[in-house]
């Protein structure tokens, strides 16, 4: 599944190649993919006339904005977004095509058919579901030591399932938490009102710092087409915990271990994280 920094790879990526760009027609071949408006002819009759200004993110959606509307979109497992020119033959798992008035399409493909978008009237769709109940994205100011450290005071759910929680901060996959875990030296399965604001403060800067390395080597891979397994496999050379189990600790050489934490693979050395 894309996580925040290959999606944000994504974004970065399709906004340059679809900024100023106005959908002449839509084609929509898989229509529950639409999930607002509820009828597909709807959705490709709004859509049509408008330019592309901006691609926003939240967590994982990303956020197209244009002259009147928003399209926001989550890719959820396989869901990938390639522009292509119109001419090039269309594969079987293209469920939604973009046809823009230079003679290129902006295509999306998904194989597990999980994706979804949505549409609303500029502005509205960070009031609207599925935005509304997500908490700040990693990177907002509003993802500050104050509003976290007052999130873990309130709960006794284990720091992993807060950091997951999209409520919470949105955006932070399996795999980041592991490794932001590490990089704090908090254990996994401490309770969330037990950590104090300086353990609070490790965890908070680990998540956003685990990200940003994650984009940055993501980043700098600019192609027409992004698969978002390939953007994982780039990074997955760089982690320390996540998978490593029975290899020795990068810090102290201690044997990685694997637990399960709210039901999730999770990955620790024992020796550091506490
Ligand atoms: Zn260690």
């Excluded at 904005?65 to 292509?84: T, Y």
């Excluded at 698969?227 to 029975?246: A, D, T």
Aim: aromatic share 8%; with cysteine; net charge neutral.
């Amino acid at each position: 599944m894309p996580e925040l920094p290959e999606v944000e790879t994504v974004r970065q990526t399709l906004l340059q190649l679809v900024r100023n760009k106005t959908i002449e027609r839509v084609s929509v071949h898989w229509g529950n993919i639409i999930k607002r408006p509820q009828d597909p002819n709807e959705f490709k009759r709004l859509l049509e006339g408008q330019t592309i200004l901006d691609i926003e993110r939240k967590g994982k959606f990303m956020i197209f904005n244009m002259n009147d509307l928003s399209l926001v979109s989550h890719l959820r497992m396989e869901g990938k977004f390639g522009v292509f020119d119109a001419s090039e033959e269309k594969p079987k798992h293209t469920h939604v095509i973009f046809h823009f008035d230079d003679g290129t399409d902006l295509r999306y493909d998904d194989v597990r058919k999980f994706g979804t978008m949505h549409v609303f009237e500029k502005g509205e769709e960070l009031k609207e579901k599925p935005l509304k109940q997500l908490g700040p994205d990693p990177f907002e100011d509003a993802f500050s030591l104050e509003y976290f450290h007052e999130k873990l005071q309130r709960t006794s759910r284990n720091i992993k399932s807060v950091l997951l929680d999209q409520a919470v901060v949105a955006g932070l996959g399996n795999i980041y938490v592991d490794e932001a875990l590490f990089k704090a030296r908090v254990h996994p399965e401490r309770l969330a009102n037990t950590l104090t604001k300086d353990e609070a403060e490790r965890v908070r800067t680990a998540s956003v710092d685990i990200i940003n390395e994650a984009i940055r080597q993501g980043g700098s891979t600019i192609r027409s087409y992004i698969n978002s397994q390939g953007q994982i496999g780039m990074f997955q050379q760089q982690l320390k915990v996540y998978g490593k189990e029975n290899t020795g600790c990068p810090q102290c050489g201690t044997e990685i271990t694997k637990l399960k934490v709210g039901g999730r693979g999770t990955h620790i050395c024992p020796q550091c994280q506490s």
